[in-house]
């Protein structure tokens, strides 16, 4: 399925609402788990419906401070994103999206990394 940056950034839109509702109510948390679709449309009065073979919504509540959360998202078949040539222009060089993306994902690793090195140093940060 080909998705255009408009539709892309229209679904970047309904996360962040959604993330902002989890931030500020509780209890859409727990209604978001247990009727993802149905909650969202009720709370937010965003309709979602599913396309091509995905099945349902996994909720995680990942909002503890206390614990490191990893999440491996699907891999990203960059085959599917179709852009105007305007937004070709904008890109050209990959001046936008190639040089905030690598910052982005030295930042998140050495959080991580950071994280995960702290302590006395005698155990094994992962096993």
Do not use: H
């Not at 509540?61 to 990203?76: E, G, M, R, V």
């Amino acid at each position: 399925m080909k998705i255009s940056l408009e539709k892309r950034n229209e679904n970047i839109e309904i996360l962040n609402s959604i993330y902002k509702e989890c931030w500020e109510n509780k209890d859409f948390i727990d209604d978001l788990k247990n009727n993802p679709i149905q909650s969202i449309k009720d709370n937010l009065g965003i309709s979602i419906s599913l396309q091509n073979e995905k099945k349902t919504i996994e909720v995680s509540d990942q909002t503890d401070p206390n614990i490191i959360f990893l999440n491996i998202p699907a891999k990203l078949e960059t085959d599917d994103i179709e852009l105007t040539n305007e937004e070709l222009e904008l890109v050209s060089g990959g001046a936008i999206c190639g040089g905030l993306c690598i910052v982005g994902i030295i930042f998140v690793a050495s959080v991580v990394v950071g994280f995960l090195a702290e302590g006395d140093g005698k155990e094994a940060a992962c096993e």
